[in-house]
């Protein structure tokens, strides 16, 4: 690949990861100093895709199903507060009850070229967010949203979001499960986000390492391949599983350079 798809590629995956050019990666110094009590929301695990990727578009696949019944963005909720309280102990964590309907907004992403392209749309929920701050009397939320990147995975003209099954043919050649997603700190006093990191193991880099660099696993071909219909409580429980262990090692490379508490 010459240097210039390398250089278009990354400015893409820096347009879908931020969803607001202008937001930085850091939290201020300013913001860290008056931001102590944190609410946690993730909302990236309300559904999965299946998708396939095959010679031809006429062998394309793509699936969804609702599994927010699998509980999966309370764990990692759970993974999150672990990583804060390890990397920014001065911060305190609050868990309030929240309804995941109130955020599901965040994920509504705009059509291409529009704003925010591609990422959370965080304008949709400031009134749900306003709402949390102030039964929680919090400073901020640290909320994970999806997001979407080109295929990394197979290398194609298709995109991934949010949680997923991808799968790359013939021959199933590329068999992966997949998190898309960025964690954004909302400000409580403006109900907007002041600092917005892409949930991932390496932090450093051009936006197109630190993508490839996202909560990916291989996954078993069969187990990809089946469609959503074939799936049995077992598959579902192992899927749950998979998903659940999936971005353990990224929180906390994700917190700290959100935070800049250490060079990652």
Not at 80 to 107: C, D, M
Request: aromatic letters at 8%; charged letters at 20%.
């Amino acid at each position: 690949m010459n240097a210039f798809p390398k250089i278009a590629i990354s400015l893409v995956v820096a347009h879908f990861v931020s969803g607001c050019a202008v937001t930085p990666a850091q939290v201020s110094p300013e913001a860290a100093s008056r931001i102590k009590r944190i609410g946690l929301v993730s909302t990236i695990a309300q559904t999965i895709d299946r998708q396939h990727v095959g010679v031809t578009a006429f062998n394309n696949e793509l699936e969804k199903r609702d599994i927010s019944a699998w509980k999966v963005d309370s764990a990692y909720e759970d993974q999150l507060e672990a990583a804060l309280k390890e990397v920014v102990p001065a911060i305190t964590v609050i868990r309030k009850p929240y309804s995941s309907n109130e955020f599901a907004p965040v994920n509504q992403h705009s059509e291409f070229l529009s704003k925010p392209a591609f990422g959370p749309n965080w304008s949709a929920i400031k009134d749900a967010v306003s709402r949390y701050c102030g039964n929680g009397q919090l400073d901020g939320v640290l909320m994970v949203a999806r997001s979407t990147a080109p295929d990394f995975l197979g290398g194609t003209n298709q995109s991934l979001t949010g949680i997923g099954i991808y799968t790359r043919g013939p021959g199933t050649r590329v068999s992966m499960l997949y998190a898309i997603a960025v964690v954004g700190l909302i400000d409580c006093t403006s109900a907007t986000p002041i600092a917005i990191r892409q949930l991932a193991k390496r932090q450093k880099g051009w936006p197109g390492e630190v993508a490839r660099a996202s909560a990916v696993e291989q996954l078993d071909s069969n187990l990809a391949r089946t469609p959503i219909s074939d799936w049995t409580h077992a598959t579902e429980n192992t899927l749950r599983s998979y998903l659940i262990n999936l971005p353990k090692t990224a929180w906390i490379a994700t917190v700290r350079s959100m935070f800049a508490t250490e060079a990652n």
